[in-house]
């Protein structure tokens, strides 16, 4: 089963190992998928890579967790929407496990193993006990496809 837990934007706070933070990421399409015991957790993140100003902060930190997701130690969501969604489904699950998929878009995916927690402030934290898998994928910087340009022959 398939459920959206939210389609609109909501922020993000994501921590590093090593005391690195990041405030400026945007998710999306919160989705949950259960299979037997399994929730799988899905946030897009493309977004953060949809501007044209390179030096925003959504941008930098999508960048930046493209290049260290393999060093994230939690996300922290404030939304209540998703946390109180998530926590219905959580309860109908006898023992579940959780994964949450960081989708990069042509950047790639990231897949987790996490527990989550209810924050004092509400909002939901998921802490990342491991790194399950990694599809990234790079993006060349003069790729035609990318950039519009056509080939004329």
Known sequence: MKYSLRKTPSHLHLAYKYGEASDGLMGRHFMLEIQDRVLMLSIDLTPNFHTRNKGAS??????????????????????????????????????PLLRMCLELGARGRYLYAVQPHSLFMGGIQFDVEEVLEEQATRIRAHSPEYHGTRNHA
């Open 58 to 95: 959504a941008y930098l930190d999508a960048v930046n967790f493209a290049h260290n997701h393999h060093k994230l130690r939690y996300l922290q969501c404030s939304d209540n929407l998703v946390r109180a969604r998530l926590i219905k489904a959580w309860e109908q699950v006898q023992q």
